[in-house]
């Protein structure tokens, strides 16, 4: 059974700081793995997703994260945060085979003036 | 392009009673699937609908139950609420059932249970 474990419910950074969300998954096979973002009273967007091929994924507004298999991980970054990027974090994995997409259970990221 | 868009936006049930959400997908999506996000949680995976029939579900009992349109909306349905079934109920629409897809989510409707 594939899980995401996302490490820290609250993470703050300064305004202009690098910003690093963490993930870490399980999975039988390789997977797709997807970070999504969601603001107050929204629905989920998607920032970036990894399939296959290059490990290193960049995204839409500026984020990008790493595939490391022999570290089951996939870190979010974002070199300068901007105080727009408040919001809510949330990883996945998908298995190929069966298409169903597991979310983890979110990181809430503050951006410090 | 109105994206997806769900109703109602919020909803109070009493528990035992059955209720129905709404979603219509993006223009040009064929496949939505439900999401229940309780509060502080992640989407949980409730189940899929492509070309009018379920093909994927997650671990939710048969109280949870759905339908599609030959126009590819949706509903899902919910019996004998519990109060653990108050959540955000998200649906996602794309254009094919594989999950590399991208999804694109509706804002969600807000049931609470009483």
């Known amino acids: 059974a594939q899980s995401v474990t996302q490490l820290g419910s609250h993470v703050s950074v300064s305004e202009g700081a690098l910003v690093l969300l963490r993930c870490n998954y399980s999975?039988?096979?390789?997977?797709?793995l997807f970070w999504y973002v969601q603001y107050p009273n929204q629905g989920l967007q998607l920032l970036l997703k990894?399939?296959?091929?290059?490990?290193l994924v960049k995204g839409i507004n500026g984020f990008e994260a790493e595939f490391k298999k022999s570290e089951t991980s996939f870190h979010l970054t974002k070199p300068s945060a901007h105080m727009s990027d408040a919001a809510e974090y949330f990883c996945?994995?998908?298995?190929?085979?069966?298409?169903?997409?597991?979310f983890g259970k979110g990181t809430r990221l503050h951006i410090l003036p | 392009d109105a994206g997806v868009t769900q109703s109602p936006t919020h909803l109070i049930k009493t528990r035992g009673q059955q209720v129905t959400l709404r979603c219509s997908p993006k223009?040009?999506?064929?496949?939505v699937s439900w999401y229940q996000q309780a509060l502080g949680q992640g989407p949980q995976f409730i189940f899929q609908y492509y070309e009018e029939e379920e093909r994927q579900r997650g671990n939710f009992p048969d109280r949870f139950s759905g339908h599609q349109f030959p126009n590819y909306s949706s509903e899902l349905n919910v019996n004998a609420l519990l109060l653990g079934d108050s959540a955000l109920y998200l649906c996602?629409?794309?254009?094919?059932?594989?999950?590399?897809?991208?999804?694109?989510f509706g804002p969600g409707t807000r049931l609470t249970v009483l």
């Open positions: 996602a629409s794309s254009l094919g059932q594989d999950s590399y897809n991208e999804q694109f």
């Open positions: 996945a994995v998908s298995d190929p085979r069966d298409d169903k997409i597991i």
């Open positions: 999975s039988s096979v390789p997977p797709y």
């Open positions: 223009s040009g999506h064929d496949t």
């Open positions: 990894y399939t296959t091929g290059a490990t």
